[in-house]
């Protein structure tokens, strides 16, 4: 063998993959305004403590304009990387809960280049709050 082919390297990246994540909390007219982000540091804080994740931006979804041109704020967007995707929707699961995040907060996440999405909905599924893996198209 020559010289030239050994130590080549691998030819796989073997490190983990970072995956994406986001979270989206809705915005009603009532919510009250959080101007130092504590809810988005403490969601932070906690998944890094459970090495779940990374949050990396926030921001917000407005809606179409109205006639008059008027917007206004939908959601609240997350959004976290992580190299195990599962380990950060449980853990997510459990912390926006003790965030009191509203009803029909959303995990978006994608598996197997689909796209899918866990649902908060407490009333719906007593048992876990959560409606998990639906198809987001």
């Known amino acids: 063998m020559s010289d030239d082919l050994v130590n080549t390297g691998p030819l796989f990246d073997l490190q983990a993959q970072t995956l994406f ?9 009532h919510s009250l305004v959080d101007p130092f982000h504590q809810r988005e540091y403490e969601l932070a804080s906690r998944l890094q403590d459970a090495a ?7 921001g917000q979804s407005v809606s179409d304009a109205a006639e008059d041109g008027e917007q206004h704020p939908l959601h609240q967007r997350i ?12 853990q997510l699961r459990k912390i926006l809960i003790d965030l009191a995040v509203p009803a029909g907060t959303e995990i978006h996440y994608t598996q197997a280049g689909q796209a899918y999405v866990d649902i908060y909905l407490p009333h719906a599924n007593k048992q876990t709050g959560w409606q998990l893996g639906v198809g987001d198209s």
């Open 21 to 29: 994540v986001y979270v989206k909390i809705p915005i009603t007219r």
């Open 52 to 58: 779940a994740g990374n949050v990396i931006g926030w």
């Open 79 to 90: 959004d976290i990387t992580t190299q195990n995707l599962a380990h950060t929707r449980q």
